[in-house]
């Protein structure tokens, strides 16, 4: 692979954008959460999203912020538009509407490969690791665009010391992984680029509850090391434990959005997979 070369500025890559305003209220009657205290501007803001699958409407205008440090965590059932939400900020699907603002600089419609340049790093649901390629060759992937030869080979070291079981296979074809270890080689190759936002898409998802355990406790560690995260999880309940702010979508629409313990009170966490709140439907 030819020598990949630090580029982290939107001003090299992209064109000038604006710089948006915070919102004080929501536009289109969904929930808006209140910024977390002393923080200054989102990291992430997304607003008003519309994004269809043809002519399927899966987000009926979406908003939400991350702020540097947090970890936001998105809750929803299935079909909720959880995935949707992420693919689109990362670049991956194309938004009808509504816009996406990351490090201050308004980058909707922007490919997956500019956002990745830019310091957004997106595990996907399923891993989509490649399988016929080494857990190096992944590795190798994931930073491809961020950071020059001579950092990554100091950035590897410290992803071995959180995933050891990847330097043992680092010369293993990644599709000869087990489940656990392919979520980690996700994980891992998001995080060798460095990024300044870090989305990550159920990735408990099919694994065994100690392995679920080893995933949390990762995403706490990445937390205490100040990592900014973005969450979608089906383990509700475990991801807003974790969780500085949350957010609850329904047929593609916010529902909640604020403190994790104050959605914990007015939404039954059983229940919401069954497609319930407290005290009213979530349908
Ligand atoms: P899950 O946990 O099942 O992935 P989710 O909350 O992530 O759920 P999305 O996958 O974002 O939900 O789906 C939102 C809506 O978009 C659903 O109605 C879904 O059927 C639809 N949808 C998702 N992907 C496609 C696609 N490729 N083509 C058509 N419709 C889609």
Request: hydrophobic fraction near 40%; proline fraction near 7%; glycine fraction near 10%.
């Amino acid at each position: 692979m030819s020598e990949i070369h630090e580029d982290t500025s939107m001003a090299q890559t992209g064109e000038p954008s604006s710089v948006q305003p915070a919102p004080t209220a929501s536009t289109n009657g969904q929930p808006v959460a209140p910024p977390p205290p002393d923080s200054g501007q989102p990291i992430l803001r997304v607003s008003d999203l519309h994004v269809s699958y043809g002519s399927v409407q899966a987000l009926h205008g979406i908003s939400l912020e991350v702020y540097p440090g947090e970890l936001v965590s998105i809750c929803g059932v299935n079909g909720a538009g959880k995935s949707t939400t992420l693919r689109a900020i990362a670049g991956v699907l194309k938004p009808q509407s509504g816009t996406i603002h990351f490090k201050e600089k308004n980058v909707t419609g922007k490919k997956p490969e500019q956002m990745h340049k830019w310091g957004m790093a997106l595990v996907p649901e399923g891993r989509e690791i490649f399988p016929s390629l080494t857990v190096a060759e992944n590795l190798r992937i994931g930073a491809f665009g961020r950071y020059n030869a001579k950092r990554y080979a100091a950035d590897l070291e410290d992803i071995f010391a959180l995933f050891p079981i990847l330097k043992e296979r680092l010369s293993q074809a990644g599709g000869q992984l087990s489940g656990g270890e392919q979520q980690m080689l996700a994980i891992a190759r998001g995080l060798v680029s460095h990024p300044d936002l870090l989305m990550m898409d159920e990735p408990s998802l099919g694994l065994s509850p100690s392995l679920v355990d080893q995933i949390f406790e990762l995403i706490a560690t990445l937390k205490a090391r100040g990592i900014t995260i973005l969450l979608v999880e089906q383990n509700a309940e475990r991801a807003l434990q974790i969780a500085d702010r949350a957010y609850l979508l329904s047929t593609g629409t916010v529902k909640y959005a604020g403190p994790p313990q104050n959605m914990a009170e007015i939404v039954d966490i059983t229940a919401v997979y069954l497609g319930g709140l407290k005290g009213g439907g979530l349908r």
